[in-house]
């Protein structure tokens, strides 16, 4: 199914499955411990070995030699793999930056260097350790300020340009010229990497951790000389990706390697204490903000300039890329200078560069409001669009950020807040309001689905979707229970397998939106389907209800029309090139109350909303969890998340999840999210769109303005930790 128009009106505007607040269907198998993970499927193929990998531990360099005769003579050892044994592999996909596996050249601190293949998990550890590794070292560049130092200035690539930004800002009765650091995160997931590898026939199948099964299969087809075709990999439940988990990573190739090598299966996972160098991270950021306004508040002049590292090939963060179309103004200036620097792999996390972007952006709004004397809610609202502002040609496709100001406002008691920074005191605590606004692109893939109507009525949906925790299965479920009449009870969703149709998989908040536009264009053949064996010309003169089909007068259980065998409909769906004549985004506003002990410094965050408005919301128990899950996130990039670099060795010193710290539940509040009611008819068949990074984006900057609401002390800096701000808190 093609969409090249706009949705008009159809069955999901009537939905009586989608749209509802419907528990997750795979919830009794995550709560009862059966939900198989990779690292798990014991019951897969037999005789599983266990890899432990090797890991550098220069940050750039080359290997000049590898000792493994000790760890091959350990107990239980069966081989030793060594990059030096491998030679250079090509890189698995464009998208991975750094390689990952084979040849002598050091890219980053714990890139793969080799794997110890034993009997069990504790022969291969103790092996490992007895490698010994000889390097030739070179010096890196791990500094992102002495980088920014030299490019700050220079402005001869920029993205975009408008207008005349520096006239304009000269001219402005107001104006903000902030700088804002970002430092890098960890992606942090549950379920740290983890793959199973088997060889048959020259045929490769991995079990894994993978958010995008098409990638997967095809990056490692690339890295092994294989047909895709030859080529399983599956994937149904993962345990947190936000991004780490979007490309392939060093456990699946160690694993293919290793089973290859050995004519048995092989499993490796990357334990925790190398998944924070040895994956990806989100790069650390500088921006430099600066915004001229009239006494209006209308935004006259707008400038991002931005840099973040990056290997040699990637994209690091791209904090500008809100900047370019959130708010209203004629002059406008984006820059985003990318360092290359030999730190372990900058990727996508979730909300890649609005993340980032919002957390300086929505603080210079904050800022600026203040220079102008005007709420902070009002000044975004002056400043709305609702066409491209560097193309105003180019209509946003359906935007309501300021009723989710309004609403998130009215709903938060915004009105009811002190204005006067520091001046609202409960005992030792001060009290901070503080909001922001939050803004994320609202793309779709191209997504398939084959749907098996069971001679039992019942019906079975296959997609290579995954669900990385997110409700795909529940709303996989719900599509296809809408469109053919039946409860959601009535419906088995299977994912995450390259033998099931090629989905849009997860990322990007992407994922929703397309795979239930993927069920539909299948649900649509399937009807067609049924609509021919009942002689039926028309497939949309037939109503689906209650697990049967009406035709005028005539009524049939859907196991009748399926009692000769099961009928198999496949399709998929994908997006015609109106879609790029809008911007198709999401919306939020996001409030935040919060306490700063007076004396210590201390901030206790007391309740959180988010009013969002990101087209159809598909189920608001899954949509909620996701937007709650960003605010969660959002709160350790505000209070405490720093993957802090060594920068004389290139590396990321936190090793754990004590050493980088996540916020744990005694630090989440009440948490409230308001779902507006829209419909983007632009978007999908269902006018949905993702939800998933929005509640993320532009969090940390609403607990940083409700900090300085509390204090009075500006951080411009990233996480708030107390040496920050305690010396200027005000006197007690
Ligand atoms: Mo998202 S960072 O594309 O998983």
Redesign the pocket.
Known sequence: MDFNAPAGTNLFDTAKVVGKATPRVDGPLKVTGTAPYAYERHDVTEGQLVGYPVLATIAEGRITGMAVEAAKAAPGVVDVITALDVGEMPKPSELNAAPLFGGARIAHYHQAIGVVVADSFEQARAAAALVQVDYDAEEGNYDLETVWARVREDRSDPVSRVGDFETAFKAAAVQLDAEYRTPPHSHAMMEPPATIARWEDGKLHIWTSN?MIEWARAALAKTFGLDEEDVVATSPYIGG??????MLRADAILAAQAARRLGRPVKVAMPRPMVMNNTSNRAATIQRIRIGAGTDGRITAIAHEAISYTQPGGSGENATAQTQSFYAGENRLIVNHLAEMQLPEAN?????GEASGLMALEIAMDEMAEKLGMDPVEFRAVNDTQVDPEDPSKPYSDRHFVECLREGAAAFGWDSRNTSPGGMRDGQWLIGHGMAGAYRGGPAMASGARLRLQPSGRLIVETAMTD?GTGSYTILAQTAAECLGLEVADVEVRLGDSRFPASAG?????GAASSTAGVYAAAVTLRAEIAQRLGVNQPDALTFEGGQVVSGDNTTALSAVAAEGEIVAEDSISFGDFRSEHVVSTFAAHFVELAVHAGTGEIRLRRMLAACDAGRILNPTTARSQVIGGMVMGVGAAMMEDLAIDTGRGFFPAHDLAGYEVPVHMDIPAQEVIFLDTADAVSTPLKAKGVG?LGLCGVAAAIANAVYNATGVRVRSYPMTLDKYISDLPEV
């Open positions: 958010q990706g936000f991004g780490a988990k979007l996508a996390m979730r909300a890649p990385i997860s990322g990007g908040q992407w990074e």
